[in-house]
């Protein structure tokens, strides 16, 4: 189960962190995935984390603005979220591909992912 939370209202050009946390799955050996979905568009992929850790993969649209990080000790991933802009708003969804994981290449496809968390909004205001 994964439960996302950290979402909110904040101005273009200011920063929130969301996390996801996991409970009853071995967290650790879980490539973990951020995803979102726009108003009257698909869901779209944001930023992914290989299982150990060792590899992150971004969507152009957020490099350099966005950081994926896990603590495999509290079973949470984060996403930290700096720079936003209006077009950034979305219902931000947190994923897991349990093992066997996908390659590196293929973190940013959605349907590699089994486990999907409920969302949190993120509304970004300009």
């Known amino acids: 189960q994964l439960q996302a939370c950290g979402g909110g209202l904040v101005q273009a050009g200011g920063s929130l962190r969301l996390a996801c946390a996991a409970s009853g799955v071995t967290f650790r050996s879980y490539n973990m995935g951020w995803f979102r979905q726009a108003p009257g568009k698909e869901r779209e992929f944001v930023a992914a984390?290989?299982?150990?850790?060792?590899?992150?993969v971004y969507a152009d649209s957020v490099k350099g603005r966005f950081t994926i990080s896990r603590d495999n000790a509290k079973n949470t991933v984060f996403l930290q979220m700096n720079s936003l802009k209006p077009e950034d708003t979305a219902i931000y969804y947190c994923?897991?591909?349990?093992?066997?994981?996908?390659?590196?290449?293929?973190?940013?496809?959605?349907?590699?992912?089994?486990?999907w968390g409920q969302g949190t909004q993120v509304t970004v205001s300009s």
């Open positions: 984390l290989r299982w150990g850790g060792q590899g992150t």
């Open positions: 994923a897991a591909d349990r093992p066997p994981v996908a390659p590196y290449s293929a973190l940013g496809n959605e349907r590699l992912y089994e486990y």
